[in-house]
């Protein structure tokens, strides 16, 4: 059996869960948008005592940069330091995949007074994820203040090869100002 470390820094809530034949025999969380960086480390230690780890799933965004490059970075170093494969997901659809609804809207907090958001029909995402006010989503159920679920993330198909970024950098070089 395949045991799977899944990882997700695209919101507030830093995750990491171990997951293997479709079951979580670990998981574990850390609220703060800021905390990514000490958390993930301290939450994957605890959580891979006495396992083999066979694969990495990780969510590839969208969400804040530094954020995302935390989850996205640590995943690819333990995969290659134990030689093991590296998956990517949309968070999104991790999020999408606990709801039964039939026509709906997954948004998590972009700051700036955004979304990151995505469409769902039927549990397939129709489109690319967005950015946008939360004032122009309208027509459907829109569901917030979600966050990716490990055992979803790890079932889904793909293989997502760059972060889900949907915002120009804040910082520029000296020479582009």
């Not at 395949?2 to 995750?15: F, G, K, M, N, W």
């Not at 530094?66 to 968070?91: D, E, Q």
């Amino acid at each position: 059996m395949t045991i799977t470390l899944a990882i997700d820094t695209s919101t507030s809530r830093t995750c990491v869960g171990i997951i293997e034949a479709g079951e979580l025999l670990w998981s574990g969380f850390k609220d703060g948008a800021t905390a990514h960086g000490p958390a993930l480390p301290a939450l994957v230690q605890e959580a891979i005592k006495g396992r083999t780890i066979d694969e990495v799933v990780v969510g590839m965004g969208p969400g804040p940069f530094t954020g995302l490059r935390i989850g996205i970075a640590f995943a690819h170093s333990f995969a290659i330091a134990r030689s093991i494969p590296v998956r990517g997901i949309c968070s999104l659809d991790a999020i999408a995949a606990q709801l039964q609804s039939k026509d709906f809207i997954v948004t998590v907090d972009a700051r700036r007074k955004e979304v990151y958001w995505a469409r769902y029909v039927d549990g397939v995402r129709m489109g690319e994820p967005a950015v946008n006010f939360p004032s122009v989503l309208e027509g459907t159920e829109i569901y917030s203040d979600l966050f990716p679920d490990l055992l979803a993330m790890v079932s889904l198909k793909g293989d997502i090869k760059e972060p889900i970024y949907l915002r120009h950098p804040d910082a520029v070089a000296t020479a582009d100002r």
